[in-house]
């Protein structure tokens, strides 16, 4: 069939049209094969245009579309669907992006500028003019979601997910779920304790008849693709049998020998290898740490309910989507960075607020009374020479209200704030106004001009360059000082690894686009939320946690999915199979099979991503992309280069 093709150039307001002469761009185009229709637009994204476009097709019998505008990041689905309203294959589509890749990039050059996005146009055409129609993969999908980490974020989105009515397991890799909420007492601007909410998402868990727990569990594999995922799950025993009664552990508690730092407190307490580590902790029943665990026998001659025969299981789980929300660690400083693991009166923010927690009428530490307090912001965030570039967004605003809480809990103490300017945004900035009232004193300071911590006669002493006295050198005595630490990812992210979640700079999962897709990865079928994917606030978290799970829904909901048709196909006549293809993919979307005797690759049509990279590796050329055969991009190549 004759193409018929439909081009519309888009100004974009002045993003494109002040760098490209755009009208040029138009009668440079409008007499290539297959043109029937060009025109320019102010915005192409506009519902007036898109209803225009929808009236060209009908009428003019369009059977092929370019729209040049901005990245098809952004709005390829959006005329994708402008295509289909008007009855046309929305694969009989292409997007030609002359705004990122020309304007953008050649602003300082409009002649140049102009002459490369008449390339690209003709580009976009030579391939619209091969274009065929495309039917979407159809394939079943498992109403069921593995929500992967039980800290808030994963506890909210698997009761958002079970009360849409899908089958959610929740898999927690420690003895207990809360993540790093369950750490905490009082909670910034709520006043809720961390163990307060932990109870309250964790009941709702608990009730919840489409909500599987699994506590010290971890995948291990993971095999299939979007709709159709198989994961294997080991599950580690606590070694305690579930109707154990509570004043019998007690006492296995108290005659355990074995004591270790306890992780719970930041290792400034020390725990049992048996352990629970608060009344409300959840699940309530106590685990034994078996890797400290020296199998003494002290705590089996006072509690019958101790069970050492218990063993590893394996679980084999099926779901149609992933939601990983697997959080994040405190920023553990370097041995050193400020005086941190060698002055003994210097810790982090987690660290002190524990040091409160375990307070009574007197703020003490090893001993001594605390009354003079530094806290040194940015340990571990927007680094000058590390590699965490980024604001922890949370820091400034947890560390302000331990400060006031440590201020009204104990009236002689005094709060010194080092810092390179203060953070609270939104609501949170009448914290900062409350700890000023308070007294409360900020230093501030250059970021390539950190403060310096140093023992002097015995005395620990924080001295700044004070920008705000016009770089006056200023001293505190301090009795102790707090690394305000900000946000890292999970030290062990193995299950990033695992499924192949791409990371960005900072090293925390990646989205695929921050304002668009927000939650989804490039892997089909897998969403992340909370502090796995950055350093985010409790209630930035669980909003996260809410689209994650309604993206996550949307999967399984249906039963079956459409899945892009634009993958590898294999010539079985040409492939001998040499596994290089298999090498190249990135997803593992290939496999043998066996065709009229010879082995051949298969492709998984489920995993491709049609990303390309098998392509250029196979030696016999038995691989061909479809809707971007070799003949597209022949033609295509053939329309960049320039006319003689």
């Not at 300017?421 to 900062?432: A, F, H, P, S």
Request: hydrophobic share 35%; glycine share 8%.
């Amino acid at each position: 069939m004759k193409k018929k093709i439909g081009v519309y150039i888009c100004h974009c307001g002045g993003n494109i049209a002040d760098y490209v002469d755009v009208e040029r761009v138009r009668e440079a185009i409008k007499d290539e094969e297959g043109v029937a229709l060009a025109k320019t637009t102010m915005f192409a994204c506009a519902d007036s245009n898109q209803k225009e476009m929808v009236e060209d097709i009908k009428s003019q019998g369009l059977n092929g579309v370019v729209v040049a505008s901005c990245s098809p990041k952004l709005h390829l689905l959006t005329f994708r669907a402008v295509t289909e309203r008007a009855g046309l294959n929305k694969y009989n589509y292409v997007h030609a992006n002359i705004r990122e890749q020309v304007s953008w990039a050649h602003s300082d050059n409009k002649a140049g500028a102009t002459e490369k996005a008449i390339r690209i146009v003709r580009s976009a055409i030579a391939k619209a003019n091969c274009a065929g129609s495309l039917e979407p993969i159809e394939v079943k999908s498992t109403k069921a979601v593995a929500v992967i980490g039980a800290g808030v974020a994963g506890m909210r989105a698997a009761i958002e997910l079970a009360e849409a009515g899908a089958e959610v397991f929740l898999i927690e890799r420690e003895f207990f779920v809360g993540g790093r909420v369950a750490q905490w007492d009082n909670l910034c601007v709520s006043d809720e304790t961390g163990k307060d909410l932990v109870t309250r998402l964790y009941d709702r868990v608990m009730s919840h008849k489409h909500v599987t727990l699994f506590t010290g569990a971890e995948v291990v594999e993971n095999s299939g693709s979007v709709g159709n995922f198989n994961l294997k799950v080991k599950v580690t025993p606590r070694y305690i049998r579930l109707q154990c009664k509570k004043g019998e552990l007690q006492k296995a508690i108290d005659v355990c020998p074995v004591e270790v730092p306890d992780e719970f407190n930041f290792n400034i307490t020390t725990r049992k290898a048996i352990y629970h580590n608060y009344p409300s902790e959840y699940p309530q029943l106590p685990a034994i740490d078996m890797k400290n665990c020296t199998r003494c026998g002290e705590c089996e001659k006072v509690c019958s309910n101790i069970d050492f025969s218990q063993k590893t299981e394996y679980l084999n789980l099926k779901v149609g989507s992933i939601l990983l929300a697997t959080g994040f660690d405190p920023y553990e400083p370097k041995k050193g960075e400020f005086g941190y693991g060698e002055i003994d009166n210097v810790v982090t923010l987690p660290q002190f607020k524990r040091i409160v927690h375990y307070s009574g009428d007197k703020l003490t530490y090893k001993g001594k009374t605390i009354k003079h307090i530094a806290y040194i912001y940015c340990v571990g965030s927007r680094q000058v020479d590390g590699e965490n570039k980024y604001c922890s967004r949370y820091c400034c605003t947890s560390n302000i209200y331990t400060a006031i809480g440590v201020k009204k809990k104990f009236r002689d103490v005094y709060n010194y704030h080092f810092n390179r300017g203060i953070r609270t945004y939104g609501k949170q900035e009448v914290l900062y106004d409350e700890s000023s009232r308070l007294g409360d004193i900020y230093l501030q300071s250059f970021e390539h001009e950190p403060p310096l911590v140093e023992q002097k006669d015995g005395k620990t002493v924080v001295s700044i360059n004070d920008i705000l006295t016009t770089d006056k050198k200023l001293e505190v005595e301090a009795d102790l000082v707090v690394l305000v630490t900000g946000m890292v990812p999970r030290q062990d992210n193995s299950i990033g690894n695992l499924l192949k979640i791409p990371k960005g700079r900072d090293k925390f999962f990646n989205e695929i686009h921050m304002k668009l897709r927000p939650v989804e990865t490039v892997i089909d079928g897998i969403t992340i939320a909370g502090a796995s994917q950055g350093p985010k606030n409790i209630k930035e978290s669980i909003n996260s946690a809410l689209a994650a799970a309604t993206k996550s829904f949307s999967l399984v909901d249906a039963g079956k999915l459409a899945l892009e048709p634009t993958i590898v196909k294999v010539d079985e006549a040409l492939c001998e199979w040499c596994g290089k293809c298999d090498e190249a993919c990135p997803y593992s979307a290939f496999d043998k099979k066996e065709v009229d005797g010879k082995i051949v690759a298969r492709v998984n049509e489920t995993i491709c991503k049609g990303c390309g990279m098998c392509l250029p590796v196979c030696p016999v050329n038995a691989l061909n992309l479809v809707g971007s055969t070799d003949k597209e991009i022949e033609n295509m190549i053939d329309a960049l280069l320039p006319t003689v």
